[in-house]
């Protein structure tokens, strides 16, 4: 059977920046399937050639030295262009026949993928049932949903409404990139695949975690969309809260979709609501100096370019372990990092006063860019006496496997291909999500509590942030990676 992979906002960046790359890549790794037809659709007048020649640049400048021209006519001879608008429906059923035809009426994996911006998802998902392509039938059917899926939790439920009039949830594929990142999967190799540290991973063991999601841009041009969204919605009710399910989850008794998701969404359940109160003393917000003069920025905007939150998990496991999660923009350096903070030893027997500050044992999940973990555990000074200094186990991806890391689509565009969905969000999932960012951007929104901090790009977002983990007997991990 063959596999046609619709793009709806095949002249958008994700396309040509991502969507493009990795289906190139992966078919210069004899990995996709065999009978691949990749459709774009959109509203600019290209010919099936003059789309072509626009990816074969776009995907030149993306791929680097990858890009190779005899790859790449072979791989482009399987690309087509449908223009049209997807708020017309009778286009829908011109590309009906589109796929008819390229298909040789045979039946096929259909996958829709919709990477337009997230106004058109409804009318593209309404459209793809009016013209019977969203039936299964002949054809087995898959809708792939980009982010932001929703902006809260009412308009998400209504899109999952208006895709389970059209689709079945096992069809619908909702993406969150940070899922097919390696390091993230790792997350659940580590923990599922090994002995010796999930007896520990609890709350007798463990002190807090630290998620941290650092980035050191600016919005840059994305003001228009950032200044409506803001941090929560961007990274914490997607990416943040994914790896928090990832480290908090009970061992799903298969390693298949539904058996994740099952115990996913039982973290997200007991994720401990707060109150307005609580909210102002549990979170931290502010703005990076500079961000209202960005363009597409209001210049009075409230909008939060840092959050950190603390969480708490309410069952046996979690009980008392806070849950410290971050991000920002304009920050010293870019990194994604998960903290395991050990709890001290109950008795020290070594003199601590000769030493540095005593610190416990962590671990270092580092998601990226520097793919690794690091276990930070104290060891003795060599000839002086008995005092003892924090030292490292430190795993490298890139210095264990020679091939470089692949980016998260291709993962992803395999999954979908394959009818994998254990690395997409299900429709619960992304409700529970946003009923735990909702109320805190509700309160931020009503209250001055927490103050809106500016702070100085290049720094680790606003001091109010370190008072604040101080206050709770706690420091932040704000240490730039190294790369080796
Ligand atoms: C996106 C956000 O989802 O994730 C961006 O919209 C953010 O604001 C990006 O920069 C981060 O992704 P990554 O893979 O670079 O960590």
Redesign the pocket.
């Known amino acids: 059977m063959g596999t046609t992979i619709v793009i709806f906002g095949a002249s958008g960046d994700l396309t040509s920046r991502k969507l493009i790359p990795a289906l190139y890549r992966l078919f210069q790794k004899g990995r996709l399937p065999e009978e691949l037809r990749i459709v774009g659709f959109a509203r600019s007048r290209f010919s099936h050639d003059a789309w072509r020649q626009a990816l074969a640049e776009s995907t030149a400048k993306f791929t680097g030295d990858d890009f190779d021209r005899d790859t790449w006519a072979r791989f482009s001879a399987t690309i087509f262009y449908h223009p049209g608008d997807i708020g017309n429906p009778e286009n829908f059923i011109l590309l009906r026949r589109l796929l008819d035809e390229v298909e040789s009426r045979g039946s096929s994996v259909r996958i829709f993928y919709l990477a337009t911006a997230p106004r058109f998802f409804e009318p593209a998902i309404r459209h793809l049932g009016g013209s019977g392509l969203s039936r299964q039938g002949n054809h087995d059917t898959r809708v792939v949903v980009e ?2 899926f929703g902006i809260d939790r009412d308009s998400a439920r209504q899109l999952n409404d208006t895709l389970h009039n059209c689709f079945a949830e096992h069809q619908v594929y909702r993406i ?3 899922l097919g ?1 390696e390091t993230v999967q790792n997350i659940l190799v580590l923990r599922f695949a090994n002995t010796i540290f999930e007896p520990i991973w609890n709350r007798i063991y463990i002190d807090h975690v630290q998620i941290t ?1 650092a ?1 050191d ?1 600016t ?1 840059g041009h ?1 003001g228009g ?2 200044d409506k ?1 803001g941090v929560l919605r ?2 914490f009710q ?2 943040l809260l994914q790896l928090l399910t990832f480290l908090a989850m009970e061992a799903p008794v298969r390693f298949e979709a539904d058996a994740i998701r099952n115990e996913k969404v039982k973290v997200l359940e007991a994720i401990r609501p707060m109150s307005l109160d609580e909210i102002a003393e549990s979170t931290v917000r502010g703005q990076y100096r500079g961000y209202r003069q960005e363009p597409g920025v209001a210049a009075d905007s409230r909008t939060a370019t840092f959050a950190a939150i603390r969480l708490g998990i309410d069952n046996w496991r979690w009980q008392g372990v806070p849950f410290f999660i971050r991000s920002g ?1 304009a920050h010293a350096c ?1 990194t ?1 990092q998960i903290l395991i903070q050990f709890r001290r030893p109950p008795h020290l027997l070594f003199d601590t006063t000769r030493s540095e500050r005593f610190q416990a044992n962590r671990l270092l999940i580092q ?2 860019p520097a793919e690794g973990i690091q276990l930070h555990f104290q060891t003795k000074v060599p000839d002086a006496g008995m005092r003892i200094r924090l030292t490292s186990l430190d795993f490298r991806f890139r210095e264990q496997f020679a091939d470089p890391l692949p980016d ?1 689509y291709e993962r992803l565009l395999l999954d979908v291909a394959a009818g994998d969905p254990s690395l997409f969000a299900r429709s619960d999932e992304v409700e529970l999500a946003w009923g735990i960012i909702d109320p805190i951007q509700a309160a931020w929104e009503q209250s001055d509590r927490p103050d809106l901090e500016q702070y100085e790009p290049g720094g680790w977002g606003p001091d109010g942030s370190r008072a604040w983990v101080e206050s709770q007997d706690r420091q932040w991990f704000d240490v730039c990676p190294v790369l080796k």
């Open positions: 982010k932001p969150d990139h940070y990142k999601a980035e841009v919005v994305r969309y950032y969204a961007d990274m997607n990416h923009k870019r994604t998601i990226q998260a």
